[in-house]
Structures are given as C-alpha cells and as structure tokens.
C-alpha cells in the first residue's frame, strides 16, 4: 500500500497528527505497534495540562507548552472530551521555596503564562482549607487544567478516522528503507510493509529506536 504520511506510533501525539493531516486532501496512515491506540506512554499519563511556568525560556517546550494549554480548552470541545480548568499550586514550606517561587514566576511571565502570581498564606488556606498548616505560600496558576489522556487520544483517533485516516494496529516498525527517489518503506514484524513519501516519528519512548532506522543515532 502507498501513502502520501506515515505516522508512526498512535498515542496522544500522533492521534492528534493524524487529526490534523486529515484535513487535508491526501491519503494517511496511523501505524501503531499495539492492538489499539493509547496503550503506551500515553495512557499513563499524569492528566495534568501544564501551565508552562517550569519550562526554561526561550525553549522550544516553553513555547509550545504554553500554546498547548492556550489551545486545549477549545481542542477538548471540539472532540466532546471533559476539560477541567482546575488551577494548580506550587506550595513552599519556608522561605528558600518561596525564592523558588519567585524565578517560577519570573520564569513563567516570560514564557507568556496568564494569570500567574504568588499567594499569602492567607489567601492559600481561604482557596484550599485542606492545605498544611506548614504552607507558607502557594505560586498560582491559574490556567492550568486537567483532561483523561486516553480519552483525548481516543477521540482524536476517531476523528482522523472518519475523517479518511487509514488506522493499522500491530504493525510494528522494525526496519525503514530509504529509496533513492526518497520514498520510504515501513516493514513491520509480522512481515508486511507499507510504501510512504513522508513518515512522522511519534513513536514516544521508542522514536529513538524508529529515528536509528534512519541513521540518527543521537
């Protein structure tokens, strides 16, 4: 079989890649080594949408971090998965944790997170009741959420489906060919293979193992 995208692994990730393709007029392929999707990294997810004050400015994972919670509200709507604004706390104890607080929230105005401040005792035990008497200060954030990984894979993956997406569980990746017209050749371990112009890597934990297929050892 011939495909113009070959994704390569059936999480959360390439759920949402294969979502995305197939809006468009051009034939993909969602490859997933399981016998069905989220059954990886993805279905032990935390569940946490992160605000993005940890990540370090200027980084690819600051930005996308950001724009990724900005965007999930509205993603979870569209695919009818529960989204769940919930705000997070980042609790210090004494005040070494509160300097701690103080570069999160440095850290995470540069990075654009909205709403973002550091709370009083106060102010923390009249938001939580049930927090330590030991808490001495919270860094807010508010934009932070929660949402079902599996869920959002799921329905993700259903979507790309009807949407034209061709879904191929077992198929496991264990060798790439690289023609010279530079197409490629997935064959998996059960000893079919696929033809691609384009393949995607979201194989999570194991994208090094797919990424080697192809020379890259880093």
């Given at each position: 079989m011939y495909y113009d995208?070959?994704?390569?692994?059936?999480?959360?990730v390439g759920?949402?890649?294969?979502?995305?393709?197939?809006?468009?007029?051009?034939?993909?392929?969602?490859?997933?080594?399981?016998?069905?999707?989220?059954?990886?990294t993805t279905k032990a997810n935390s569940a946490i949408v992160h605000a993005g004050f940890d990540s370090h400015p200027g980084t690819l994972k600051a930005q996308l971090n950001v724009k990724g919670s900005e965007a999930m509200e509205s993603l979870c709507a569209k695919l009818a998965v529960p989204y769940r604004r919930t705000g997070s706390f980042v609790i210090a104890f004494d005040e070494s944790q509160i300097a701690t607080l103080e570069e999160l929230l440095e850290r995470g105005k540069t990075n654009?997170?909205?709403?973002?401040?550091?709370?009083?005792?106060?102010?923390?035990?009249?938001?939580?009741?049930?927090?330590?008497?030991?808490?001495?200060?919270?860094?807010w954030a508010p934009t932070a959420a929660l949402v079902s990984p599996y869920e959002l894979n799921i329905a993700a993956v259903e979507n790309a489906v009807v949407n034209g997406v061709e879904f191929r569980r077992n198929f496991d990746v264990v060798k790439i060919n690289?023609?010279?017209?530079?197409?490629?050749?997935?064959?998996?371990?059960?000893?079919?293979?696929?033809?691609?112009?384009?393949?995607?890597?979201?194989?999570?934990?194991?994208?090094?193992d797919i990424a080697a297929m192809l020379g890259d050892t880093m």
């Amino acid at each position: 079989m011939y495909y113009d995208v070959a994704v390569i692994g059936a999480g959360v990730v390439g759920g949402l890649i294969a979502r995305e393709l197939s809006k468009y007029d051009i034939k993909t392929v969602l490859l997933e080594k399981c016998n069905d999707m989220a059954m990886g990294t993805t279905k032990a997810n935390s569940a946490i949408v992160h605000a993005g004050f940890d990540s370090h400015p200027g980084t690819l994972k600051a930005q996308l971090n950001v724009k990724g919670s900005e965007a999930m509200e509205s993603l979870c709507a569209k695919l009818a998965v529960p989204y769940r604004r919930t705000g997070s706390f980042v609790i210090a104890f004494d005040e070494s944790q509160i300097a701690t607080l103080e570069e999160l929230l440095e850290r995470g105005k540069t990075n654009g997170v909205k709403g973002l401040e550091i709370i009083s005792q106060e102010r923390l035990r009249q938001m939580e009741p049930n927090i330590s008497s030991e808490a001495l200060a919270a860094l807010w954030a508010p934009t932070a959420a929660l949402v079902s990984p599996y869920e959002l894979n799921i329905a993700a993956v259903e979507n790309a489906v009807v949407n034209g997406v061709e879904f191929r569980r077992n198929f496991d990746v264990v060798k790439i060919n690289r023609d010279t017209d530079g197409e490629y050749e997935l064959v998996s371990a059960a000893g079919g293979s696929i033809r691609a112009k384009y393949v995607i890597n979201a194989a999570g934990v194991e994208s090094d193992d797919i990424a080697a297929m192809l020379g890259d050892t880093m």
